[in-house]
């Protein structure tokens, strides 16, 4: 059973645009949730992760927007460059040193 | 940040053979690593936790006989796939908790092909 859901499944943005990716996770136990970027055949990179305390946390150009109402959260990219081009996944945990369950993924594509 | 280390980065053999993957904690100890699989264009499922001083713990529909972890020390982790076969080829990466909340560390991942 998939408990982080993620959407869309791929973006295409122009330069300098803002994607947004979106997940939505069901086990009320998970407390912690990252973004990561992969590129291909690489381990996954973690970008910027936030706790359900707050409502939004930005680190550079990445910002994490968290609703724990709705249990959702989502990744905005501003001012996209095509070295964005990538596949990000939202992940959860709970609480400890626990596994990650991760999204299904998106591919972004940033054009020139 | 902390640093994960995978070796070998990629590998190929033949349909029967066993493959051995070494996940180290370059500057820190980790206690537990966790295992993941990765097939193309799908993401990341975790295979097994491994625990160092005792036996993995496996994810449903592992095989545990198939999929042998050993957890030697505090910065190595090995996993051992036996009688490999097609199917198993796929994007083996591991990973470790640092010492912040919950964050981990990913290795950079072994492309295992089995002919």
């Not at chain 2, 180290?24 to 990341?44: E, G, H, I, V």
């Amino acid at each position: 059973q998939q408990q982080v859901k993620q959407s869309p499944q791929s973006l295409i943005v122009q330069k300098g645009g803002i994607p947004i990716i979106n997940c939505a996770y069901e086990n009320t136990a998970f407390d912690y949730f990252p973004w990561y970027q992969q590129f291909p055949g690489k381990g996954p990179a973690l970008l910027i992760a936030i706790r359900p305390d707050v409502s939004e946390k930005k680190e550079g150009r990445f910002t994490i927007s968290f609703n724990k109402s709705a249990k959702q959260f989502s990744l905005h990219i501003m001012d996209s460059q095509p070295g964005d081009s990538a596949t990000y996944f939202c992940a959860a945990s709970p609480t400890g040193r626990r596994a990650l369950t991760f999204g299904s993924g998106t591919r972004l594509q940033v054009q020139p | 940040g902390a640093v994960v280390s995978q070796h070998p980065s990629w590998v190929i053999c033949k349909s029967g053979t066993s493959v051995k993957i070494e996940c180290r904690s370059l500057d820190f100890q980790a206690t537990t690593m966790f295992w993941y699989r990765q097939f193309p264009k799908q993401s990341l499922m975790l295979m097994a936790t491994s625990n160092e001083g005792s036996k993995a713990t496996y994810e449903q529909g592992v095989e545990k006989d198939k999929f042998l972890i050993n957890h030697a020390s505090l910065t190595l982790s090995t996993l051992t796939v036996t009688s490999a076969h097609p199917e198993d080829s796929s994007f083996y990466i591991c990973s470790a908790p640092g010492q912040l909340f919950n964050e981990q560390f990913f290795g950079p991942g072994t492309r295992l092909t089995v002919l």
